[in-house]
């Protein structure tokens, strides 16, 4: 089974001297699994999506050592676009990743970026919105969307690059109970194309979906037995 992602003793910490966040981490996930990672506050769960997903080193700078892989080629080597269109990421907070006043301009900077031809981007829109359930949003202003829809268009602003590796840090930390029942069933289709999935979670409740749970804790990352103490 192919391993689109794997991390070969990954270190990282922001300064030096300072602590390592991520200690020696060795992780492989299989091509359409879906992975849970989850932590406490503060152990280190988005630092490892920033390594993960090229943030780190390409954007945030640190000590960092160790190998990341994607598809077999080391993320060093690979500039943001070519990321881009091979691990797509959704934080936390929407907010963070919305930056135009309509839904379509939204959807449409990304592919753009990437000189795709215009009837290619409006196609992806279209499927992109399809696929959430959103195709009635297409064309109104971000501002005036529920927390919930916010957090689905910066989904499908990342679904429009068409990423085969997809990384969700918390987003179901602050939606309602119907938010998140539908991400879970955008990642459970996203699984059956043949999508690969990784979970960042700190609410246990979040990740019955998942095929695999690994906990990160004092930096390194073991299988899930229950507790996060």
């Known amino acids: 089974m192919s391993q689109p992602i794997r991390a070969k ?3 990282f910490s922001y300064s030096k001297d300072g602590k390592k966040i991520i ?8 091509k359409g699994e879906i992975l849970a990672v989850v932590g406490l506050s503060g152990s280190g769960k988005t630092t490892l999506c920033y390594c993960l997903s090229g943030i780190i080193p390409h954007l945030y700078n640190g000590e ?4 990341v892989y994607i598809n077999d080629q080391f993320i060093k080597e690979m500039n943001m676009p070519q990321i881009a269109t091979k691990v797509g990421v959704v934080f936390q907070n929407p ?6 006043p309509m839904v379509e301009n939204e959807l449409a900077f990304g592919p753009e970026n990437l000189c795709i031809k215009r009837e290619q981007i409006g196609k992806r829109i279209e499927e ?6 959103m195709e009635d949003k297409r064309y109104d202003k971000t501002e005036h969307l529920s927390g919930g829809q916010k957090q689905l268009i910066a989904l499908a ?7 085969e590796i997809l990384i969700f840090d918390e987003v179901m930390a602050q939606i309602d109970q ?17 999508k690969t999935v990784i979970m960042v979670e700190h609410n246990l409740d979040n990740i019955e979906i998942a095929d695999r ?12 037995e229950g507790s996060l103490q």
Do not use: C, M, R, Y
Request: glycine share 8%.
């Open 213 to 224: 749970k690994l906990v990160l804790k004092n930096g390194g990352l073991k299988k899930f």
């Open 128 to 133: 992109a919105l399809s696929l959430l359930d």
């Open 178 to 194: 119907k938010g998140k029942q539908a991400i879970k069933d955008i990642i459970i289709q996203l699984k059956k194309e043949g």
């Open 9 to 11: 003793n990954l270190s």
């Open 157 to 163: 602003s990342v679904l429009t690059l068409k990423p």
């Open 23 to 30: 200690d020696n981490i060795n992780l492989q996930v299989n």
């Open 64 to 67: 960092l050592s160790g190998e």
């Open 95 to 100: 907010e963070t990743q919305i930056f135009f």
